[in-house]
């Protein structure tokens, strides 16, 4: 079945239906092109989901923070005493500082889990390089011997051993 200029198959990426107008049959068997490329996507998908839930995160704890120190400015205005103004001034750090803490734990979860994705993404890539080229050179040599048939070298061999 051929394609139309300008047609697009239901269901695909618009990356793959980009390939595939291009020409690039591999892309739309889920190998060759495409294979390297979808994990790639997903991999960009992850790490914008990944940062996109440490941001909102991170968000809600400062304004958590701010709520709290707007709550505690109006003590700041009523206190008469230095006792009171040191009281509030410490919770004032202690707020600061709890959030601080939270910024940095959610920023080292984040990183954490970025890294596992990139652990998991940097072993698959190489062996799947290695794959596909190989199966890319050979699977055409092997079609070539099968139809030259034996090559010179192993026929003189075998005249040899007889």
Do not use: H
């Given at each position: 079945?051929?394609?139309?200029?300008?047609?697009?198959?239901?269901?695909?990426?618009?990356?793959?239906?980009?390939?595939?107008?291009?020409?690039?049959?591999?892309?739309?068997?889920?190998?060759?092109?495409?294979?390297?490329?979808?994990?790639?996507?997903?991999?960009?998908?992850?790490?914008?989901?990944?940062?996109?839930?440490?941001?909102?995160?991170?968000?809600?704890?400062?304004i958590s923070g701010n709520d709290r120190l707007a709550g505690i400015a109006?003590?700041?205005?009523?206190?008469?005493?230095?006792?009171?103004?040191?009281?509030?001034?410490?919770?004032?750090?202690?707020?600061?500082?709890?959030?601080?803490?939270?910024?940095?734990?959610?920023?080292?979860?984040?990183?954490?889990?970025?890294?596992?994705?990139?652990?998991?993404?940097?072993?698959?890539?190489?062996?799947?390089?290695?794959?596909?080229?190989?199966?890319?050179?050979?699977?055409?040599?092997?079609?070539?011997?099968?139809?030259?048939?034996?090559?010179?070298?192993?026929?003189?061999?075998?005249?040899?051993?007889?």
């Open positions: 079945m051929e394609r139309k200029s300008g047609e697009c198959k239901m269901g695909m990426s618009p990356l793959d239906s980009l390939l595939a107008w291009w020409g690039l049959p591999a892309s739309l068997a889920g190998n060759g092109a495409g294979a390297p490329l979808a994990r790639l996507q997903a991999f960009g998908s992850e790490l914008q989901s990944i940062y996109a839930d440490a941001s909102r995160r991170a968000l809600e704890a400062v109006g003590g700041m205005i009523r206190s008469r005493t230095v006792e009171d103004v040191a009281a509030i001034q410490s919770e004032i750090f202690a707020i600061v500082l709890e959030g601080a803490s939270q910024q940095a734990r959610i920023w080292s979860e984040a990183a954490q889990r970025v890294r596992e994705r990139c652990a998991a993404l940097a072993p698959e890539t190489p062996k799947a390089t290695r794959a596909s080229e190989s199966e890319e050179t050979t699977a055409p040599r092997r079609a070539a011997a099968s139809r030259q048939g034996p090559s010179e070298p192993v026929e003189a061999r075998k005249m040899a051993l007889s």
